[in-house]
C-alpha cells in the first residue's frame, strides 16, 4: 500500500484521515503535536462555564479505534518535498503523498504576553476561564475584547468567535447580576469589524453593541498591549484588567524549513484541488493553505474539512489513473451560528447572497446540539449528514 502522510490533527487532517481509512487503498499516518481534536467553535463556552475544557476535546485514540489510521504524536520541524520525508521531533517520516493540514500561526504584536486568546493554544480557555472568575469573584471590572487583520491575506481574520466571548460574557454577568459593575470593551483595527458577514449582519452586531452596553473602539490600528489595557495609534488607550485578542493568522513557521511555495503572507500555494503548486503528490488544505476567493472570505472549520474530504477525494482518484477531482472555491461561503449565550443569529454569505437570522433562545441550544454532533459524530456514534 501507497503511504499517505498527514500533518495537523484539527479538522481538516481528521476529516481527510478518516476519508483515506474509508477507501482501504493507503496505509494512513495522522501527526498532531496533541493526543486530541479540539472543537473550537463551541470552546466559546470555556470561559463562562458553560463547558468543560474536556467537552470539547475529542481524544484522537477514539477516532483510531474506529477508522485505524497510524497515530504519531510528535511535532513537526521541517518538510522536504523534493526527498519525501518529513522531519518531527523525534521521527522521520516518509511518504508517497503528503497532505499538510497544521493550520497557522498568529501575528505577534507588542505586548502579546499581556493577552489571552480563544482561538490560541486550547488552554487559554481555560486561563480566560480563571481570570473571568478572578474579576467576577472581585465584583467589577474591565474587559476588553478583539480581534485584528492581515493585509498580507485577508482570508487570515477569525472574528466571530470574539463576538460570541464578548456576548457571553455579557449574557454571564447579567445572570450573576454584577453586568452594571463592569466594564466591556469590543476593538479591532478595521472600521467596520464583521463587514465581511454581509451588511445585515453588520448592522445587527452594531444593534447588540449598543443594546448590551458594550463600548466599540474602531479604526484604529493596535500600537501595543499593555499589563492594564490596550494602545493604539491615534494614543488612545482602553483600560483593561482582561485583554482577550485575536490575533490574525500568519503562515505556519515550519513552512519556512520546507521547500514549499508560499505565499505573501506565508501560505501554501495551492490550486482549486488544494494540490500544492508545481506538485502531483503533496496537497495543503485548511489554514495552512492560501486560498482564492471573493473579498469577504474567511477561513472556517466546514471549509477545512470540506477540504480534507476533497483532498482524500482527490488522492485516490489520481492514484487511479483518473482524472476526476473536486475543488473549493465553488463552495465558499460563511457560514456560523453566532453564539450569545443565551441566543444567537444564523449567518451566511456567498456570491449571490448575505442574510442574518435572529434566533433568540434557540439559537443557543442548536449550537449546543451541533457541538455534541460534531464530537459523536467523529466516532461514528450518529452518521455523519451531508453538509454539517
Known amino acids: 500500500m501507497k503511504k499517505v502522510l498527514i500533518l495537523g490533527g484539527g479538522f481538516a487532517g481528521v476529516q481527510a484521515a478518516i476519508e483515506l481509512v474509508r477507501s482501504k487503498k493507503f496505509k494512513v499516518t495522522l501527526v498532531s503535536d496533541r493526543d486530541y481534536l479540539y472543537i473550537y467553535p463551541i470552546s466559546i463556552w470555556v470561559p463562562v462555564r458553560i463547558k468543560k475544557?474536556?467537552?470539547?476535546?475529542?481524544?484522537?485514540?477514539?477516532?483510531?479505534?474506529?477508522?485505524?489510521?497510524?497515530?504519531?504524536?510528535?511535532?513537526?520541524?521541517s518538510i522536504i518535498s523534493a526527498d519525501k520525508k518529513v522531519h518531527c521531533e523525534n521521527h522521520l517520516l516518509e511518504f508517497d503523498y503528503l497532505i499538510v493540514a497544521f493550520g497557522a500561526e498568529k501575528l505577534q504584536h507588542k505586548g502579546m504576553e499581556h493577552t489571552l486568546s480563544i482561538c490560541g493554544k486550547p488552554q487559554m480557555a481555560e486561563a480566560l476561564r480563571n481570570k473571568?472568575?478572578?474579576?467576577?469573584?472581585?465584583?467589577?471590572?474591565?474587559?476588553?475584547?478583539?480581534?485584528?487583520?492581515?493585509?498580507?491575506?485577508k482570508s487570515a481574520v477569525r472574528g466571530g468567535p470574539a463576538f460570541e466571548l464578548v456576548f457571553n460574557i455579557h449574557n454571564?454577568?447579567?445572570?450573576?447580576?454584577?453586568?452594571?459593575?463592569?466594564?466591556?470593551?469590543?476593538?479591532?483595527?478595521?472600521?467596520?469589524?464583521?463587514?465581511?458577514?454581509?451588511?445585515?449582519?453588520?448592522?445587527?452586531?452594531?444593534?447588540?453593541?449598543?443594546?448590551?452596553?458594550?463600548?466599540?473602539?474602531?479604526?484604529?490600528?493596535?500600537?501595543?498591549?499593555?499589563?492594564?489595557?490596550?494602545?493604539?495609534?491615534d494614543g488612545c488607550k482602553v483600560d483593561s484588567d482582561l485583554t482577550m485578542f485575536i490575533s490574525a493568522?500568519?503562515?505556519?513557521?515550519?513552512?519556512?524549513?520546507?521547500?514549499?511555495?508560499?505565499?505573501?503572507?506565508?501560505?501554501?500555494?495551492?490550486?482549486?484541488?488544494?494540490l500544492v503548486h508545481g506538485s502531483s503528490d503533496i496537497y495543503a488544505i485548511g489554514d495552512a493553505a492560501s486560498l482564492e476567493g471573493p473579498e469577504w472570505m474567511a477561513k472556517q472549520g466546514h471549509i477545512?474539512?470540506?477540504?480534507?474530504?476533497?483532498?482524500?477525494?482527490?488522492?485516490?482518484?489520481?492514484?487511479?489513473?483518473?482524472?476526476?477531482?473536486?475543488?473549493?472555491?465553488?463552495?465558499?461561503?460563511?457560514?456560523?451560528?453566532?453564539?450569545?449565550?443565551?441566543?444567537?443569529?444564523?449567518?451566511?454569505?456567498?456570491n449571490e447572497k448575505a442574510f442574518v437570522i435572529p434566533m433568540?433562545?434557540?439559537?443557543?441550544?442548536?449550537?449546543r446540539g451541533w457541538g455534541f454532533y460534531s464530537k459523536i459524530?467523529?466516532?461514528?456514534?450518529?452518521?455523519?449528514?451531508?453538509?454539517l
Open 360 to 367: 433568540p433562545f434557540i439559537g443557543h441550544w442548536m449550537k
Open 304 to 350: 477545512a474539512e470540506l477540504m480534507g474530504r476533497n483532498a482524500a477525494y482527490n488522492i485516490i482518484e489520481t492514484d487511479k489513473g483518473s482524472s476526476k477531482r473536486k475543488g473549493y472555491k465553488q463552495h465558499v461561503n460563511i457560514l456560523c451560528v453566532m453564539d450569545t449565550g443565551n441566543g444567537a443569529a444564523f449567518v451566511f454569505r456567498d
Open 172 to 233: 454571564l454577568l447579567n445572570k450573576k447580576k454584577l453586568r452594571n459593575n463592569f466594564e466591556l470593551t469590543f476593538f479591532a483595527p478595521m472600521d467596520e469589524p464583521g463587514a465581511r458577514m454581509g451588511k445585515s449582519s453588520l448592522k445587527l452586531m452594531g444593534k447588540m453593541m449598543g443594546g448590551s452596553n458594550i463600548n466599540t473602539k474602531y479604526g484604529k490600528k493596535i500600537t501595543e498591549f499593555v499589563s492594564d489595557g490596550v494602545i493604539f495609534e
Open 132 to 153: 473571568i472568575d478572578a474579576l467576577i469573584q472581585k465584583g467589577n471590572g474591565k474587559i476588553a475584547i478583539g480581534f485584528g487583520g492581515n493585509p498580507k491575506d
Open 377 to 387: 459524530s467523529k466516532t461514528s456514534l450518529f452518521p455523519r449528514l451531508p453538509g
Open 249 to 274: 493568522a500568519t503562515g505556519h513557521s515550519v513552512l519556512k524549513n520546507s521547500d514549499l511555495p508560499l505565499s505573501e503572507a506565508g501560505f501554501v500555494l495551492i490550486d482549486d484541488t488544494g
Open 53 to 77: 475544557f474536556e467537552d470539547v476535546k475529542v481524544p484522537l485514540s477514539k477516532i483510531q479505534k474506529r477508522y485505524p489510521f497510524e497515530l504519531v504524536i510528535d511535532s513537526v520541524k
